[in-house]
């Protein structure tokens, strides 16, 4: 069986193709500046579990309308030339959707009908910067694979676990009865993959966890027996940690300053908080490796917003490590969480007295899969596990069909 990942964004597309049962990976992709005249096209072809070296990788620089012009340009590259891993289109079994929000409908991965597209619909108000390009992926898989299943999988899935106290807010409860405001949370498939993998590395199935997401956006998660008690994104993408572009928690009031005495639109607001905030308000970087530089070279911005984007998260690490009355491990992924040695250094400085001690040897070196960053007095483990949404969103698709 073949099945295709798509993670459809506004203006991008990233795609995986796997063969099943063995979950090998067979190609990925990623097409960018979709609606521009210099859209690019990034497509490889996997030699075991690692893309292949630049070989067998593909660069294409063209116009691209739309996401429909996108996709039909990589079913050729899947279908023709030496990136070619399929013979025609009807060899794809499965296409597996992310969709980041399916509100409360949806506590499950599902089989795509017309209802649940119409509800994906629905829920474009709740996510106006995902969905609706999501919900264009689907359609647009649907013409170029129409003898596939399709099926979504839900970035909110993962946290319907969540107890009502820890998912309301504190508002008339009309709010939430007709309105349906409350915490939703995201990453959720990021987050149930890497607590799958950590409890298994732990030989506990009843772990209980804090799963740190690090990449452009940035959740964390408090996960005990696989299931999800809290998470700090809420009824959208914006609450919670520091991250690229994004600003994280933040006093209301200063929402209320900024649309009345300062005369600030609610689009302009959005604006602000969505892609003006985070790491790059604070520094003029958003991309953590720019930020790196700038501390190696004594920026005191790029010290301060180190400082706060640490601070924040061992902030949840306390509170999360009382709402799962223990900790067994903290788990760090994604981008940044991946990949950046002075976050993980910062987060878990002087943290002894709370059981977390970090080897600083070990997080400096670099190697693939899952590395147990842990010292010897650490009473809770300290984890890097790599995150892979895509065969995650494969894997629920398997279940799901079977
Ligand atoms: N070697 C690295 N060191 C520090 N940060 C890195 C490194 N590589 C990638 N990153 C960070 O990871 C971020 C992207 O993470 P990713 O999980 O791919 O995000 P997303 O899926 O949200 O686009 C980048 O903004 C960059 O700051
Ligand atoms: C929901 C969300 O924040 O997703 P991303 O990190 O891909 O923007
Ligand atoms: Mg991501």
């Not at 264009?136 to 969540?162: C, K, S, Y």
């Not at 452009?216 to 809290?230: E, I, K, T």
């Amino acid at each position: 069986m073949n099945i295709f990942v798509v993670n459809s964004g506004s203006s991008s597309i990233k795609y995986q193709l796997f063969r099943w049962p063995t979950e090998q990976p067979v190609c990925t992709g990623l097409v960018e500046r979709i609606g521009q005249e210099q859209a690019t096209i990034t497509h490889k072809v996997f030699d075991g579990q690692q893309p292949a070296a630049d070989a067998t990788e593909q660069k294409r620089t063209l116009p691209l309308a739309d996401h429909e012009a996108g996709l039909r340009e990589v079913v050729r590259l899947l279908t023709e030339g030496e990136g070619r891993v399929i013979q025609n289109p009807a060899d794809i079994d499965v296409v597996g959707h992310r969709v980041v929000h399916g509100g409360e409908a949806f506590a499950a991965t599902t089989l795509i009908t017309g209802e649940v597209k119409a509800e994906i619909r629905r829920l474009f108000a709740l996510a106006p910067l995902h969905n609706p390009a999501n919900s264009l992926g689907i359609e647009v898989a649907e013409r170029l694979f129409p003898q596939a299943r399709q099926v979504a999988v839900f970035d909110t899935a993962f946290h319907q676990t969540l107890p009502e106290h820890a998912f309301r807010y504190a508002l008339p409860e009309a709010l939430y009865t007709e309105q349906r405001i409350r915490k939703y949370g995201f990453h959720g498939t990021s987050h149930q993959y890497v607590a799958a993998q950590a409890a298994a590395y732990l030989h506990n199935p009843d772990a209980r966890l804090i799963t740190i997401h690090l990449g452009n956006g940035c959740s964390m998660a408090a996960v005990r027996g696989g299931r999800a008690l809290d998470t700090t994104m809420g009824f959208g993408p914006l609450a919670g940690l520091v991250m690229g572009t994004r600003s994280g928690d933040l006093d209301p009031s200063v929402l209320l300053h900024l649309l009345g005495p300062l005369g600030y639109s609610a689009e302009q607001v959005s604006t602000l908080l969505n892609k003006e905030s985070g790491m790059l308000g604070l520094t003029g970087f958003s991309d953590m490796r720019d930020i790196g530089r700038a501390l190696a070279a004594g920026d005191t911005r790029a010290e301060l917003a180190y400082m706060l984007y640490a601070y924040r998260i061992r902030q949840y690490i306390g509170a999360y490590t009382a709402v799962l009355g223990g900790l067994d491990a903290i788990v760090f992924t994604a981008g940044v969480g991946e990949n950046d040695v002075l976050v993980r250094s910062r987060v878990c400085q002087d943290m002894d007295f709370f059981g977390l001690q970090l080897d600083e040897e070990l997080n400096q070196q670099r190697r693939p899969g899952l590395r147990d960053v842990s010292g010897p007095d650490s009473r809770a483990r300290i984890l890097i596990i790599p995150t892979n949404e895509e065969l995650e969103i494969a894997r629920q698709c398997a279940e799901l069909l079977a």
